[in-house]
Nanobody, 115 residues
């Protein structure tokens, strides 16, 4: 069982930056796929960025060039650096881990970008 806790959300103006962190209660391994998803009002939860088992990184088109995902297995942590934030980036951001077909989610952290 893995518990994920996000932090780093908040209110920021358009063009600003935030860094989200996700800490796992147990150990995370290189075989785990980890990622960030977001849920905006009126929309379904959507993928933001992932780091797969072999280090492959994928971003949603909407965030390419602005967001950077990274992980530190030694610290059981996942990060999301968000630059040039836009109002449409507003939403609850969730940390996700997949291990052996099992999915684990954090409770989410709110990001609000004001125009």
């Amino acid at each position: 069982q893995v518990q994920l806790v996000e932090s780093g959300g908040g209110l920021v103006q358009t063009g600003g930056s935030l860094r989200l962190s996700c800490t796992a209660s147990g150990s995370i391994f290189s075989i785990d796929t980890m990622g960030w998803y977001r849920h905006s009002p009126g929309n379904q939860r959507e993928l933001v960025a992932t780091i797969s088992t072999f280090g492959r990184i994928d971003y949603a088109d909407a965030v390419k060039g602005r967001f950077t995902i990274s992980r530190d297995n030694a610290k059981n942590a996942l990060f999301l650096r968000m630059n040039s934030l836009k109002p449409e980036d507003t939403g609850v951001y969730y940390c996700h881990l997949r291990r052996g077909g099992n999915d684990f989610w954090g409770q989410g952290t709110q990001v609000t970008v004001s125009s």
